[in-house]
């Protein structure tokens, strides 16, 4: 079983990206790929020559102050120019991102630019729904059957 297919992703220098999904939708994979941690098993990740920070649930085990703080030290970083990937199931979370990613059967299946917690809350809601769909018809979110593997990142630098 294949944890990411046909990612082809290109992410702004100085940008805060949060990838959502439900559970077993390769985001976690993702970044780890991204991170150099774990080997894609075909393409290749490129990293334009810009340190990055990934946080995967930074949050999770945190009460809603000091999940607030490690947030807003995030959003900082970004508004400084560092590049952040985050992985995180809580919408107020992805809140704080420039863009969130929503990925399903290891495809991204949705973007969300400038998101709010409700906006992010209602765009998981719906694609819960379609997992759940696909997944009794036998096809992938995007309704159609399991696509092969293709692993390809880049992070950009910025213009």
């Given at each position: 079983m294949?944890a990411?297919?046909?990612i082809?992703?290109?992410?702004p ?6 990838v ?7 985001k976690?994979?993702l970044?780890h ?7 894609p098993?075909g393409?290749?990740v ?13 949050t999770g085990?945190?009460d809603?102050r000091?999940?607030?703080e ?6 900082g970083l970004?508004d400084?120019?560092?590049?952040i990937?985050?992985?995180t199931?809580?919408?107020?979370a992805?809140?704080?991102s420039?863009?969130v990613?929503f990925l399903?059967?290891?495809?991204i299946v ?5 998101p709010?917690?409700?906006a992010?809350?209602a ?28 692993w390809?990142a880049r992070?950009?630098?910025g213009e």
């Open positions: 294949q990411l297919r046909g082809d992703l290109e992410i220098a100085g940008s805060f990206t949060a959502m999904g439900p559970s077993g939708s390769g976690t994979t970044l790929c991204a991170a150099g941690l774990q080997q098993t393409g290749s490129v990293l334009a020559g810009k340190e990055l920070v990934f946080a995967d649930e930074p085990a945190l809603l000091s999940a607030r490690v947030l807003a030290l995030l959003r970004a400084a120019g560092q590049t990937g985050m992985v199931h809580d919408p107020s992805a809140a704080y420039d863009q990613l399903a059967d290891g495809s949705d973007r969300l630019p400038k709010n917690a409700g992010v809350a765009r998981m809601a719906s694609l819960v729904e379609r997992v759940e769909s696909a997944a009794g018809a036998g096809a992938d979110a995007a309704g159609e059957p399991a696509a092969a593997f293709t390809r992070l950009a630098q």
